[in-house]
């Protein structure tokens, strides 16, 4: 019989399949790698041959140049691709647009490795697809009983009454430039809100690329001053990466409000040290509920938790009588988040 470690290995690279000879979101470049979601801790240049959904392997060719690998291979959702001797099946993640689960199979074992995802809707990405398996991957950056997100609606409209509050100020969301930003963007738009939304130039790429995707952000204008003048932005809000709000181009605007759209805003701790005015606990992870409930439902003969607080997790599994174990792979710092 074999052993599940035969299938896939935890390595210094990442995971490793022998039998497939491939890794799956390696952190270095190897010979193949088989790519879940387009955020740079997981999709790294330089490999040889990279698999990956169409989507994905679009935002690392935005993201990195058209050569970030020799030979691109385009995954199909559900379609099953044999690799080596292995059996390999892509399946949505919800976690962002082109995101998906790698599922691999040989000798009727069956691994999922999940990448990051979550169990929200999301209208910029397709949903999370729970895949039956024998091990079931699990990412655990918010697993810890005190994270619990609330609904996204209610910190949508958080901000808006915001804005209606002070209509005088400008309104700076931090939102990380892949999958983030343009999540906020489209839950402003379905909650009605109709004005044009600034972002920062770092945004613009992917901004377009999701609005080639059909996914209707509205209008956006660049968030620079040139040619204008501060109180272009009284009222605005303005959507930027998270690191442009320490430096001088969040100095532009008038009054600014400061806010942070992170699962970690939870934690008022990391709101203060941020200089958040304005937390808004939205999350492109599961929280605690939501990552046992997919365990629940997928109930897998055995769970893998990795990146993030994996001990809680796995001692939640065996106290349900589920083999765990943390993989303790490193590398992963939660870009998304």
């Known amino acids: 019989m074999i052993k599940p470690e035969d299938l896939l290995r935890p390595t210094p690279q990442g995971l490793y ?3 497939g000879e491939f890794f799956i979101d390696p952190v270095r470049p190897v010979e193949r790698a088989l790519v879940t979601h387009g955020h740079a801790d997981h ?4 490999s040889v041959k990279v698999m990956a959904t169409r989507q994905t392997l679009a935002i690392m060719a935005l993201r990195y140049g058209e050569d970030f690998c020799t030979e691109r291979q385009e995954a199909r959702l559900g379609e099953r691709m044999r690799i080596g001797a292995v059996d390999v099946s892509f399946h949505p993640a919800g976690h962002v647009l082109g995101s998906a689960q790698i599922a691999v199979e040989w000798q009727g074992l069956r691994i999922v490795a999940s990448g990051d995802y979550k169990r929200r809707p999301d209208p910029t990405c397709m949903g999370f697809e729970p895949v039956p398996c024998d091990i079931f991957i699990t990412e655990a950056t918010f697993a810890l009983p005190v994270f619990r997100h609330p609904p996204t609606e209610a910190e949508v409209e958080k901000l808006l009454a915001s804005v209606r509050q002070f209509p ?3 309104h700076l969301v931090g939102a990380y430039a892949l999958g983030k930003a343009q999540r906020v963007i489209r839950h402003l738009r379905e909650a009605g809100y109709g004005a044009p939304i600034y972002i920062h130039g770092a945004l613009k790429k992917l901004c377009d690329f999701y609005q080639d995707e059909g996914i209707d952000l509205g209008e956006l204008r660049p968030a ?3 040619g204008g003048k501060k109180g272009d932005f009284v009222g605005a809000i303005v959507v930027g990466p998270p690191s442009a709000f320490a430096d001088r181009w969040a100095r532009r605007f008038p009054d600014p409000v400061s806010c942070f759209a992170s699962g970690w805003m939870r934690v008022r701790q990391r709101a203060r040290q941020r200089g958040v005015e304005l937390p808004l606990i939205l999350s492109d ?8 409930a997919t365990i629940d439902e997928i109930r897998p003969e055995e769970v893998w938790v990795t990146h993030g607080r994996e001990e809680a997790l796995v001692r939640w599994c065996e106290l349900r009588q589920i083999r765990a174990r943390p993989l303790h792979l490193v ?3 939660d870009e998304a988040e």
């Not at 992870?285 to 046992?292: P, Q, S, V, Y």
């Open 17 to 19: 399949c022998p039998p």
């Open 43 to 46: 999709a790294r240049p330089g």
């Open 168 to 170: 005088e100020r400008a």
């Open 224 to 226: 620079t001053v040139e």
């Open 285 to 292: 992870h599961c929280d605690w509920d939501e990552l046992t």
């Open 331 to 333: 590398g992963y710092e």
